[in-house]
Nanobody, 117 residues
Framework: QVQLVESGGGSVQPGGSLRLSCAAS????????MGWYRQVPGKQRELVAT???????NYADSVKGRFTISRDNAKNTVDLQMNSLKPEDTAVYYC???????????WGQGTQVTVYS
């Protein structure tokens, strides 16, 4: 059974930093990509950053230059370093894994990030 466990969420003032981590267990298949998405109430879940097994990275325009995604393929972990946080970054952040063979997505339970003034 695939499990994605996120950690590192919390509350921070604008300009602050947080680091999110996600550890995937029960992975017995090839992974295409790992990444982070976020969602606020009443809105659709949106991409924050993804990284493929080959290292190709994609960032949402809103986080470019502030967030950095990294991945350990051997350990099936993916981290998101978030700097210069803004109130609009407030959301529940979800870890995501995409299976190579059928592009099925697996999701973590989410971790709250709050940036308050």
């Amino acid at each position: 059974q695939v499990q994605l466990v996120e950690s590192g969420g919390g509350s921070v003032q604008p300009g602050g930093s947080l680091r999110l981590s996600c550890a995937a267990s029960g992975i017995i298949f090839s992974i295409s990509a790992m990444g982070w998405y976020r969602q606020v109430p009443g809105k659709q879940r949106e991409l924050v950053a993804t990284i493929t097994t080959g290292g190709r990275i994609n960032y949402a325009d809103s986080v470019k230059g502030r967030f950095t995604i990294s991945r350990d393929n051997a350990k099936n972990t993916v981290d998101l370093q978030m700097n210069s946080l803004k109130p609009e970054d407030t959301a529940v952040y979800y870890c995501n894994v995409v299976r190579s063979s059928n592009l099925r997505s697996y999701w973590g339970q989410g971790t709250q990030v709050t940036v308050y003034s």
